[in-house]
Structures are given as structure tokens and as C-alpha cells.
DNA sequence: CTTGCCTATGCAACGAGTTGCATAGCACCA
DNA sequence: TGGTGCTATGCAACTCGTTGCATAGGCAAG
């Protein structure tokens, strides 16, 4: 049930629509949680019809009518009732690394093209970090910093160690898989 | 399908039964890839009736008689396919930060018990990591390395490196909401 | 002027993953 | 001898998440 709570920060953070909701969840929310606009919609409906949101036709000009949401009061408990609950820490699914240890059972050099287009991604997405961190926090037109933004950066923070972590780990990997197509023992 | 693709890698690596890598998906693949006993024998008869894995009955002494499941070729061919498509660089789905964030409308230090219980659990995984490398791969008793192993240590050098950085992170999560309770200014 | 893209929402079907429960023999401890 | 726990497998029901498709108006480029 985590989608709805993501949904209820976003919304607490800014009012919006569905289709608002789903490009944030391709930004900012989406570097630590992932949905698509068909999942959105479902949700937003079903926290609609058990009173956790309130919703507010918006007619606009030059574009479709739009269904902005807003947190209810309900929804505002709820959240703050899951906030005091313990959640399991995390665990991985990393397909690459599974990749990696089944290349011992093929051809470990041809990974290297789909680890250094991986490499690609995550030097972006760390790219893409940086440049929203200076926007919004450390550069000089972001705005001062209130308990809520403060909150929202150490996230990020968060989001860049774990792109500087991958960076540095598919190095690792590539010398890895360069070193075995040699022949050679390990370093 | 990429639990498919794990438990043919896991497969190839040591035959074994539902039960067996049900275990082991709760330790060496399962620091980066999970599930539970149910989708695991739910899958191995699929793919046993897909004709990519074989069973063997093995009568036992003292438990009872078990499936042993190993790879056959086509399971194999279908492995190594896989390797040679493309994936999608992975995303994550770190519910704790949705709370950080979430944490700013609510009581910001209420969340401080949580993180540290975060903290001892990725402590824990990452003396189990250091422990497990200095088993089977640094220390005296390790085996000489091959290909294979190779790879198995660059995979579990990343879940060191992703343990370490979310340890860092977590301080650093710590560090903010102890400074956001005493009402002081950013570092 | 038409092809393609963007905003905006939605249905239907499927596949992946979780939770609760059930069974059953053996071992170990009190 | 009774409870607890481990090995070993499985069913049923459910929720979560993905994929493909559909609609519909406006905008911009060619």
C-alpha cells in the first residue's frame, strides 16, 4: 500500500492531477518510487471513494478538463497513522547483478556493452540530480530552506550517493569482466 | 520473468530443491533478488513443465523426500538468451524515503527510532557481507578463484557498497532530523 | 491538411507477488 | 508426551503492477 502513501506526500507537497501525479512520478518521486498513470488513476479513485482525498474539476483553456485532488483530512491521518508504524527495510531487485552472475555461464565479455549502456543511465540520472539539487537547494536563486525542503534534500542526497555508489560499482564490474576476457588473475 | 532468470543462474550453480532455494533466496541471491517459497515452487513447475528444468524424486534419511530441480539445455539456451537481450536499468522502491518526506507533515523526530532501526538492520546485512567476502573469497581458507567466482564477488562487492552508502545516508538522515528538531539552521 | 505529439482519463486482461492456511514426518527439549 | 521448530511441499484468495488499447481535443511542423 505504499503507492498511497507516495501519493499523499505528493499530493501534501502540491495539489494535483492524475496525469500530474504520473509525471512526478517519472521525477522527483519517481527516483525512489516508481508508478505508471494506470495505477495512479486506480489509486486516486479508490483513496477518492474512501474519503482520503477530496477531488476538484478544473476546467481549463486549450486543453483537456482536469481532476485536481487534494488531500482530505482523513487522508492527512492516515498518513500520519502509517508514519508511526514500522516498515521493512528495504530489499533489492537487481536484474544487472543477476545478469552478471549468470554470465559465468556464457559469454561474460558480451555483458560489457549492456553494463556500460547501464553506466550511461546512471551517470544521467546523477547528472540529473546535481542539477536539480543546485536549482532547488544549494545554488544561488533556490529559495530559503524550511523544515519540509530540508527533508526533501537529504532525500536527494540520498539519490546521489546511490548513483555515485552504481557509478563507481560498474567500474568495478567492468574491470571485472575485462580482466576475465584477458585470461588474467584477479588484481 | 527475471525470477526465472535467478533461479536458473541459482540453479546452475548448484542444483537443489524448491525448499533449498527458497533458503537461499533469503541469503546470497537474495541480496539482490527476493521471493518467497510460494512463487518459488509455483515457477519451478512452470518451468519444469516448460521443459527448461528437470526433477529428480531424492528419498531422504530422517526428512522428507525431496524435488531436486537442475537445469536442462533448454533451460540453459533460455538463460543465455536473456543475457544477450537488454533490461531496464533498475528502479528503486525505497518506502523509507516516501516517510522522510512524509515526515514534514507530521512530527519530523517521531520518525528518529525508525531510521535507527533501519540503520542496525543495514548494519547487520553489511557484517554479514564482510563476513561471507572474507569466507569465500579474501580470507586464508577461501578457494582459488575462477570465473565464476569472479563474478560472484564483484555482485556481493556491490551489496558492500550499497550497504556502506546507505549507512552514510542514514546518518546523514539522522543528522537532519536532529537539526530540524532543535530548530537549528542547515549545516 | 494531415501526421504526429501533448494533455488528460479510462477499460480490460493479464502476470507478478503476498498472505494465510494446510499437511506431514522427524528431532529435540522439558 | 507435549510443545516447539525444522524440512518439505502445496492450495486458494487476494493485491499489486504492467501492457495494450481507446478516446478526444488542441497544437505545431511539414
Known sequence: MALDHAILVSLLERPGSGYELARRFERSIGYFWTATHQQIYRVLRRMEAEGLLDVREVAQRGRPDKKEYSVAAPGRAALSRWLHEPIEPESLRHELAVKIRGAAFDEP??????????????ADRLAHY???????????????????????HV???????YERMTLDWLDDVLATLHRLAAGLPPA
Open 130 to 152: 546535481l542539477a536539480g539539487q543546485e536549482r532547488d537547494f544549494t545554488g544561488p536563486g533556490a529559495p530559503p530552506t524550511d523544515p519540509g525542503r530540508e527533508l526533501q
Open 109 to 122: 565479455a558480451a555483458l560489457v556493452g549492456e553494463v556500460e549502456r547501464h553506466r550511461r543511465v546512471h
Open 155 to 161: 532525500v536527494l542526497r540520498g539519490g546521489i550517493a
